[in-house]
């Protein structure tokens, strides 16, 4: 049996290039590839040299989701988690439900501005 790792996730957002520079920010990350795509779309490709969201959008897209239709949130772990929330405060974004769990993370989560819920974590 062969070992899977995660390649990449595809999101719809409004505004990518909006969400990616919040990522390249919070994570670290990098662009790593950005272009037109299917439906007369755009999508950009952030995340690090093995595994990356892909941020697609097109003429069509409104930002009206519904959290947990059908992706309850994505996680990201960080090593600072003061830098990391203070990075989405300064977006604008409203972290929430603060968390430290034995022998675990701790951890926040919050909304961007399309809904889509993350979970930020941090080991340390």
Known sequence: MSIAKLEHV??????????????????GWHIRWEGPSMNNGRTIHVGSDTAYLALYTNDEVTGEFSKGQPLSHVGLQVDDLAAAEKTVLEAGL?????????????????????GIEFEVVSYE
């Open 94 to 114: 409203t972290p929430f439900s603060h968390g430290t769990y034995e022998p675990g993370p701790s951890t926040f989560y919050f909304l961007d501005w399309d």
């Open 10 to 27: 595809n999101l719809t957002v409004t505004n990518p290039a909006r969400t990616a520079a919040l990522l390249t920010d919070l994570c």
